[in-house]
T-cell receptor
Framework: SQQGEEDPQALSIQEGENATMNCSYK?????LQWYRQNSGRGLVHLIL?????REKHSGRLRVTLDTSKKSSSLLITASRAADTASYFC??????????FGQGTTLQVKP | ETGVTQSPTHLIKTRGQQVTLRCSSQ?????VSWYQQALGQGPQFIFQ???????GRGNFPPRFSGLQFPNYSSELNVNALELDDSALYLC??????????FGPGTRLTVL
């Protein structure tokens, strides 16, 4: 079963705009990770945020984590057509078993 | 490039058959995890191997089994294939299980 839900399920924006995706989860976690998947291929690791962290940045990516609300958000700034993909959050309870959400499909129009 | 490779890329089988999928870990990684991703869904954890021993299993029946070899490569075996086994099978390697590097996946179609 999935850990939680991602919102929205689909997002369509223009190049240059920002994209925000949200993820909710159900159980206690050790860390939360975001992955990207292009056209049903393998997943690419984007960023990991630990349970004692509240915000993390990597290039155009900004991730926040609110453990009291069991939620996380991924912000992609100044989006590009190449950012078109599906984005998944995954939680890890320190067993190494990743539990994924349903994903958000992002389309960036040139 | 993550360095994790999977074979074959695509596979078509019929119901009741058996299938073996292969995964080569990234160099230096001692942990391999397998995931099943149905169309339009997020990946679901099947099991994990650490130094050739099973180290956790998801909610999958015993007909899903695996192996990890001394060079840390791995196999996923599925017996008595069912139509619902049609999915993308992803292998991920890691050192200690934190940041997992995924292979490109094997697309299995069961007819």
């Amino acid at each position: 079963s999935q850990q939680g839900e991602e919102d929205p399920q689909a997002l369509s924006i223009q190049e240059g705009e920002n994209a925000t995706m949200n993820c909710s989860y159900k159980t206690s976690i050790n860390n939360l990770q975001w992955y990207r998947q292009n056209s049903g291929r393998g997943l690419v690791h984007l960023i990991l945020i630990r349970s004692n962290e509240r915000e993390k940045h990597s290039g155009r990516l900004r991730v926040t984590l609110d453990t009291s609300k069991k939620s996380s958000s991924l912000l992609i700034t100044a989006s590009r057509a190449a950012d078109t993909a599906s984005y998944f959050c995954a939680t890890d309870d320190n067993t190494g078993k990743l539990i994924f959400g349903q994903g958000t499909t992002l389309q960036v129009k040139p | 490039e993550t360095g994790v490779t999977q074979s074959p890329t695509h596979l078509i089988k019929t119901r009741g058959q058996q299938v073996t999928l292969r995964c080569s870990s990234q160099s230096g990684h001692n942990t391999v995890s397998w995931y099943q991703q149905a169309l339009g869904q997020g990946p679901q954890f099947i099991f994990q191997y650490y130094r050739e021993e099973e180290n956790g299993r998801g909610n999958f029946p015993p007909r899903f089994s695996g192996l990890q070899f001394p060079n840390y490569s791995s196999e996923l075996n599925v017996n008595a294939l069912e139509l619902d086994d049609s999915a993308l099978y992803l292998c991920a390697s890691s050192l200690g299980g934190y940041k997992q590097f995924f292979g490109p996946g094997t697309r299995l179609t069961v007819l």
